[in-house]
């Protein structure tokens, strides 16, 4: 089946430092993928979303992420971490047809030391 | 509202007995769809509803699960005789016409615990 993986449950970063979240995909066709961020209690917020076209997506807050068909990666990242970036991080991919829905990672936790 | 408003924000209940989640979605917005997230499974796929066309169902874990979508908008999840292991937030999402490539815009979801 048709999935997304994402490495590393708990990332830990000093703030200003590179944030890193790893994410692949299992696909013979290139879906749809978005990195949506959860802070507690509260749902998800998008964060970008490729579809097509440019491989290097930019999102809201510094975030930004670079689709790799020869990895199958779409790896999130920021290049200075802030406190308010930590919280729950989910890759997600859907496909074009057929079920529309989303089809989650595990999550990474992000957390940023001061 | 601006965003999708799902209701109660917190619903804890007694083992057997049947709860209902409610969720507004975004006016104008055409597709529905419940997700369930809990520890051991995450986040997952419940039901998708799409403007008039039959639903989705292929998610729901059992037949005590079942929703439906009124006039277009409102959406209710039904879970009936609940167990422990039905514990966990319900979130809704929706999103606009030509969904293949709109986001997804989710609630806050509903917390569910099973005594």
């Known amino acids: 089946a048709q999935s997304v993986t994402q490495l590393g449950s708990h990332v830990s970063v000093s703030e200003g430092a590179l944030v890193l979240l790893r994410c692949n995909y299992s696909s013979s066709v290139p879906p749809y993928l978005f990195w949506y961020v959860q802070y507690p209690n509260q749902g998800l917020q998008l964060l970008l979303k490729?579809?097509?076209?440019?491989?290097l997506v930019k999102g809201i807050n510094g975030f930004e992420a670079e689709f790799k068909k020869s990895e199958t990666s779409f790896h999130l990242t920021k290049p200075s971490a802030h406190m308010s970036d930590a919280a729950e991080y989910f890759c997600a991919f859907r496909r074009d047809t057929g079920r529309r829905a989303l089809t989650f990672g595990s999550g990474t936790r992000l957390q940023v030391q001061p | 509202g601006a965003g999708v408003s799902q209701s109660p924000s917190n619903k804890v209940t007694e083992k057997g007995k049947d709860v209902e989640l409610r969720c507004d979605p975004i006016s104008g917005h055409t597709a529905l769809y419940w997700y369930r997230q809990s520890l051991g499974q995450g986040l997952e796929f419940l039901i998708y509803?799409?403007?008039?066309?039959?639903?989705?169902k292929s998610g729901l874990p059992s037949d005590r699960f079942s929703a439906e979508r009124t006039g277009g908008s409102v959406s209710t999840l039904t879970i009936q005789r609940t167990q422990q292991e039905d514990s966990a937030v319900y979130l809704c999402?929706?999103?606009?016409?030509?969904?293949?490539?709109?986001?997804?815009?989710f609630g806050d979801g509903t917390r569910l615990s099973i005594l």
């Open positions: 999402a929706s999103a606009g016409q030509g969904d293949s490539n709109q986001p997804q815009h």
């Open positions: 509803f799409q403007g008039n066309s039959a639903p989705d």
């Open positions: 490729y579809t097509t076209g440019a491989t």
